[in-house]
């Protein structure tokens, strides 16, 4: 099935679904980001930031990450792949499910 577009398609729905399951915002405060609410923002921690930079939106596609000063953003399988040093898509799926199967 691998490489197979019925496997790409499915996948990327399931991924769909766990966007939807996993909040960026609580995964960022567990990792020390000072994020509090949406929209407020906080020290960026991809870059040295001294005067808070980044911020949390949540859109109907998921929580959103933005960085003004050093540009980082991305969802929340960007910011797993960067936090969790994983480039691969593949990977930060099964870091994410894994995580979100643990909590529940
Ligand atoms: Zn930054």
Do not use: W
Request: proline share 3%; hydrophobic share 35%; net charge positive.
């Amino acid at each position: 099935m691998r490489g197979d577009i019925r496997y790409f398609i499915l996948s990327h729905m399931k991924a769909i679904e766990l966007k939807e399951k996993v909040s960026l915002k609580d995964y960022l405060y567990t990792h020390n980001f000072s994020v509090k609410e949406y929209k407020k923002p906080f020290l960026c921690k991809f870059h040295e930031d001294h005067n808070p930079s980044a911020a949390i939106y949540n859109t109907n596609k998921g929580d959103f990450y933005i960085c003004f000063a050093c540009g980082v953003k991305g969802d929340i399988f960007d910011i797993v792949g960067l936090v969790e040093n994983l480039p691969r898509f593949k990977d930060q799926y099964k870091f994410l499910k894994e995580m979100y199967e643990n909590r529940t």
